[in-house]
């Protein structure tokens, strides 16, 4: 079974400035997608970025960008200039390529990231 | 209108009592998730339905039952609620294209005195 790690509990960053969370996973998978979702205080989760397996070329989105490491199996999260409403929860999450019970979405355990003006 | 809405958004409740939370999306999408979320163990999946007659055990599914009244409409119930089962629970909704992710509602906090 596949599963995600996230290793940092909780981080911290200074507005403006950059910050990277950590993601790994575990699969014997050769097809398969990642995620990243946010959760702010107001608790809804929000997805960030999502990056498919197959593609070398890492995803941006804005601020965000990854960091996918698929021999490392590693996915982590960079957020540049970074601002207080991205103070929230970080979850990484895995979704198999293939159907039925494996196409589930798999979560990490979170980071916490603070943001400090 | 929210593409999946969940009732309530919060909800007390007293141990041994019945409690049905409700879940709708408006995305026409034929699978949904019922997932609980505690700190420091991330979301985890109770109950799954791919469509109307298909509904499948999650990860931690013992205490719950879920019924699927329609595409747009799955339910989750506690028969008889314990202090364990108070977290924030999560309705979702897939596109078949597995790349796409899940559309999430806003959570239900459910907290069992």
């Given at each position: 079974a596949q599963t995600v790690t996230q290793s940092q509990p909780e981080m911290s960053v200074q507005e403006a400035e950059t910050v990277t969370l950590s993601c790994t996973y575990d699969t014997s998978e050769s097809d398969y997608y990642l995620f990243w979702y946010k959760q702010p205080p107001s608790r809804q989760m929000i997805l960030v970025i999502r990056q498919e397996a197959y593609k070398q070329q890492n995803a941006t989105e804005n601020r965000f960008s990854v960091n996918f490491q698929k021999a490392a199996k590693s996915f982590s999260l960079k957020i540049s200039?970074?601002?207080?409403?991205?103070a929230a929860m970080y979850f990484c999450a895995y979704r198999s390529f293939?159907?039925?019970?494996?196409g589930n979405l798999i979560f990490g355990k979170g980071t916490k990231l603070s943001v400090k003006p | 209108d929210a593409d999946v809405t969940q009732t309530p958004r919060n909800r007390i409740t007293k141990t041994g009592k019945r409690i049905m939370l409700e879940c709708s999306q408006t995305?026409?999408?034929d699978r949904m998730y019922w997932y609980r979320q505690d700190p420091g163990l991330g979301l985890r999946l109770i109950y799954y339905s791919f469509d109307v007659k298909d509904i499948n055990k999650g990860e931690i599914s013992d205490g719950y039952s879920v019924s699927r009244?329609?595409?747009a409409k799955f339910s989750l119930s506690l028969e008889s609620a314990i202090p364990n089962q108070t977290a924030l629970y999560f309705c979702a909704t897939s596109d078949?294209?597995?790349?796409q992710g899940y559309t999430f509602g806003s959570g239900t906090r459910l907290t069992v005195v």
């Amino acid at each position: 079974a596949q599963t995600v790690t996230q290793s940092q509990p909780e981080m911290s960053v200074q507005e403006a400035e950059t910050v990277t969370l950590s993601c790994t996973y575990d699969t014997s998978e050769s097809d398969y997608y990642l995620f990243w979702y946010k959760q702010p205080p107001s608790r809804q989760m929000i997805l960030v970025i999502r990056q498919e397996a197959y593609k070398q070329q890492n995803a941006t989105e804005n601020r965000f960008s990854v960091n996918f490491q698929k021999a490392a199996k590693s996915f982590s999260l960079k957020i540049s200039d970074s601002q207080l409403g991205d103070a929230a929860m970080y979850f990484c999450a895995y979704r198999s390529f293939y159907g039925g019970s494996q196409g589930n979405l798999i979560f990490g355990k979170g980071t916490k990231l603070s943001v400090k003006p | 209108d929210a593409d999946v809405t969940q009732t309530p958004r919060n909800r007390i409740t007293k141990t041994g009592k019945r409690i049905m939370l409700e879940c709708s999306q408006t995305k026409g999408h034929d699978r949904m998730y019922w997932y609980r979320q505690d700190p420091g163990l991330g979301l985890r999946l109770i109950y799954y339905s791919f469509d109307v007659k298909d509904i499948n055990k999650g990860e931690i599914s013992d205490g719950y039952s879920v019924s699927r009244q329609a595409q747009a409409k799955f339910s989750l119930s506690l028969e008889s609620a314990i202090p364990n089962q108070t977290a924030l629970y999560f309705c979702a909704t897939s596109d078949p294209a597995r790349g796409q992710g899940y559309t999430f509602g806003s959570g239900t906090r459910l907290t069992v005195v």
